[in-house]
């Protein structure tokens, strides 16, 4: 059966779904409807019983996912939800899904995008892929999954850096931090993809369902911090330090935060 999606490509290869982001002008960004898509999207992959995996990446060989859309960006983002984007219901069933997500990171994982890395259960990633955080630059914070479960990932020093500082990393120095499982040749990224898809169509999807299900009940407090930081990020948006980030970012200039420090 063929589904119709304007953000995202949706195909089963073999018995994996994958979700593939598909707006390769704006990096890869989401606005509301990406993702109103990706939420339909893995509904159907969790209901599909042909369906033991998931690949989540983003299309062409330049990003992942750079996160919130900034030109559909206006004090809130362009859908529904607390900022504008149901990212909350996104994040919350990424963990709910009860089979393996894999992120096949194809080049730039940053902000949101690089919390949707965090969030999957498995990331394999291309050597020119590239990572990090932007919102202390751009005006936002992703508080929750992006930094409780990021420290679990990286540990708490490195996931601090990560926020604080906003450098980009490598996809050698993210798989040294232990935020992606395994780097390939860009050439040999759906290879390597597909081989573990396979290996995960051959095991039991009950043992699977099983193991995701506790990994995340240790983890599963973070959804009330996410959930609390989401009204935070709410009230931030409407101020003007943090429509400075978002501006400066679309006129390609340097924010000047210096007027806003307490
Ligand atoms: C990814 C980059 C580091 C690439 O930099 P580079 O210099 O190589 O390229 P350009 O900057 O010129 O980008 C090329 C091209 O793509 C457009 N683009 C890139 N990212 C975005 C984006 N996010 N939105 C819109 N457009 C984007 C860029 O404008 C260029 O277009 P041209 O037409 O001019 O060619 C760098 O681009 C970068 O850092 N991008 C990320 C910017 C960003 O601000 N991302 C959003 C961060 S905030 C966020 O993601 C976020 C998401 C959430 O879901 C939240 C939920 C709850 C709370 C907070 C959240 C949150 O903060």
Not at 63 to 71: E, K, R, V
Not at 80 to 94: A, K, M, N, S, W
Not at 144 to 169: D, F, H, M, S
Not at 188 to 205: F, I, N
């Amino acid at each position: 059966m063929a589904h119709e999606f304007s953000d995202i490509l949706y195909e089963v290869k073999g018995r994996a779904a994958w979700l593939t982001i598909n707006r390769p002008k704006v990096y890869n960004a989401f606005r509301g409807q990406t993702l109103e898509d990706l939420i339909k999207g893995l509904h159907l992959a969790w209901n599909d019983k042909n369906v033991s995996s998931i690949v989540l990446t983003g299309a062409g060989d330049k990003a992942f996912c750079t996160g919130g859309d900034q030109s559909a960006h206006e004090g809130n983002y362009d859908g529904r939800g607390v900022v504008g984007l149901p990212i909350d219901e996104l994040q919350g069933l990424i963990r709910d899904v009860p089979k393996p997500i894999i992120a096949r990171v194809n080049g730039f994982a940053i902000g949101g995008g690089n919390v949707l890395v965090t969030l999957c259960d498995l990331a394999i990633a291309a050597d020119t892929a590239k990572m990090g955080q932007v919102g202390p630059k751009v005006g936002s914070f992703d508080a929750g999954w992006g930094t409780a479960l990021l420290a679990r990932v990286v540990g708490e020093k490195k996931a601090r850096e990560i926020w604080y500082l906003n450098e980009t990393y490598t996809a050698q120095q993210a798989l040294e931090m232990g935020l992606v499982n395994k780097v390939v040749p860009q050439a040999e990224l759906d290879d390597a993809v597909t081989k573990w898809t396979e290996t995960l169509g051959e095991r039991s999807p009950t043992a699977l369902a099983f193991l995701k299900r506790s990994f995340n009940a240790d983890s599963d407090q973070i959804r009330g911090i996410s959930n609390l930081a989401l009204h935070a990020v709410k009230l931030y948006y409407a101020t003007d330090e943090s429509k400075e980030g978002v501006n400066a970012f679309n006129e390609k200039r340097k924010p000047d935060f210096h007027k806003y420090v307490d």
